[in-house]
């Protein structure tokens, strides 16, 4: 363990959500607090941790492949630890060290605050954890957790951890447990520490921001808003993820008094025909989202929306997706995250009859984008000539001179980098607009 100069290295790797995110940034603050420095090389790493991801298929063969090409290099470096932590450590436990037994550790998501004890216990003992109880009830203590944010401007703000709605094809309840509130007091805390270390943007995670507080009611999720937006250093507050069934009114009412609240809602549909609705477990028809949709529209005339789809649930008919690409178009959203329907064990969908072939799912999903890309860059292109607020946020990956950033809407700029720097406000005139991104320049 440890180089020549006593320095200890690990390598984070995190797929999933943006709560998955979050967790891995409180994993590194462990992490850093026991000694280890970060690094992007695997083989610097005396450890190395996957936080994962099972809610797709797709997700779980990207861990798989992962934790067998560190195979090879703990076999190079035997006194490496690697552990799993995440969804799929949650799901799967002790199978994963049978299946992999060059793994060291498998971590529950309701055990990320005790990382450190649990690689201080290896580093000791040398021997195999699985520490995988999912406690249900109780918040993890988080008044001594360490973070190690990946930004410098825009900080993650978890704000309750689990879901209760059991959507029929979702894994996540089974992983991540019931519903549990933080303290709006802690969630302050939290955020006007970020404000102190030169945080300008917050998001509020969830799987379900709307019941925020349903549990503990000392705040419900439009109070807590409310008080987010007063805290000083902070311009701009997000936060995802909506379910429609609870996006009330009330929270409506406080985006549009709020003065850093941005105007971006992300609002999963999943589908637009109301029997597939109803066999996903949505709680809502196409019709009451719409008027939902409609309520949003009128008290903020600004804002965009964007949303999560699914294609190829079981039982979808082409008239079902037909009714899907109708509904979108009805609807205009300013993004939407696309996928194909993936069979969960142990959740209601998988055992559904009628699972569509996956040649028609692929065929489905390829449709699905071209409507949608469509109507995302005919929204776009509406915004030229028009002069938006930018977070200035740096470099573009691909060009050193172009910078990007974003603006309240949550739609990414790229413009000309001239004196401004990472974290000035600037005003962006839109020049090209095209479908993922805004070209502009600064006036
Ligand atoms: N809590 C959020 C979403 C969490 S999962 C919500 O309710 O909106 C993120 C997205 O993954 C979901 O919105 C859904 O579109 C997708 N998803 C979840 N399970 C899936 C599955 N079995 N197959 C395909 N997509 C899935
Ligand atoms: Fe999954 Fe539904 Fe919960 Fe979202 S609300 S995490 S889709 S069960
Ligand atoms: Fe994946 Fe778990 Fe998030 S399954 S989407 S990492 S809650």
Not at 33 to 50: F, H, K, P, S, V
Not at 215 to 232: N, S
Not at 257 to 278: F, N
Not at 391 to 414: A, C, F, Q, Y
Request: with cysteine; aromatic share 6%.
């Amino acid at each position: 363990m440890a180089d020549i100069n006593g320095r200890k290295y690990c390598k984070l790797i995190v797929y999933g959500c943006q709560g998955n995110v979050s967790d891995g940034e409180r994993m590194a603050g462990q992490l850093k607090a026991i000694g280890y420095e970060r690094t992007e090389e695997m083989e610097q790493a005396d450890l190395i941790l996957i936080n994962t991801c099972c809610v797709r298929e797709t997700a779980e063969d990207k861990v798989y492949g992962k934790i067998g090409e560190i195979k090879a290099l703990k076999r190079k470096k035997p006194e490496l630890i690697f552990g799993i932590a995440g969804c799929m450590a949650q799901k799967e436990g002790e199978a994963l060290i049978k299946r992999a037994p060059h793994i060291d550790f498998v971590l529950g998501t309701s055990k990320v605050h005790s990382l450190s004890q649990t690689v201080r216990r290896i580093e000791a003992e040398r021997q195999h954890v699985v520490d995988v109880n999912l406690t249900e009830t109780e918040l993890p203590d988080e008044s001594e957790a360490p973070v190690l944010r990946d930004g410098k401007l825009s900080a993650w703000v978890p704000i309750m951890y689990g879901c209760n709605n059991f959507c029929t094809y979702c894994i996540v309840p089974y992983v991540r447990g019931r519903e549990r509130s933080r303290l709006p007091e802690d969630i302050v805390k939290e955020v006007e520490q970020a404000a102190r270390a030169g945080y300008k943007e917050v998001t509020l995670l969830g799987q379900n921001v709307n019941s925020y507080g349903k549990d503990h009611k000392q705040a419900d999720f439009a109070e807590l808003l409310a008080m987010v937006d007063k805290v000083d250093g902070i311009e701009r507050v997000r936060f995802m993820t909506s379910h429609p069934k609870d996006l009330s009114d009330k929270v409506i009412e406080a985006m549009a008094q709020g003065r850093h609240l941005c105007e971006h809602i992300h609002l999963p549909v999943q589908h637009g025909s109301s029997k597939i609705l109803k066999a996903m477990n949505r709680v809502y028809t196409a019709e009451a989202y719409k008027d939902l949709v409609k309520r949003i529209r009128v008290a903020l005339p600004e804002v965009s929306l964007t949303t999560d789809l699914i294609v190829g649930f079981p039982g979808e008919t082409e008239e079902d997706f037909e009714g899907l690409l109708a509904f979108l178009k009805e609807i205009r959203y300013d993004a939407a995250y696309t996928f194909i329907y993936s069979k969960r064990s142990g959740t209601p969908a998988a055992e559904m009859e009628d699972q569509v072939p996956e040649d028609v799912k692929k065929a489905r999903l390829q449709r699905l984008m071209e409507v949608q890309n469509e109507i995302s860059l005919e929204i776009n292109q509406a915004l030229l000539g028009k002069t938006l607020e930018v977070m200035v946020e740096g470099p573009s990956k691909n060009d050193e001179s172009v910078w990007m950033g974003h603006t309240r809407s949550n739609k990414i700029v790229l413009f000309p980098h001239g004196q401004e720097k990472a974290g000035d406000f600037v005003q962006v005139k839109i020049t090209s607009p095209q479908t993922w991104v805004l070209k502009g320049e600064v006036c």
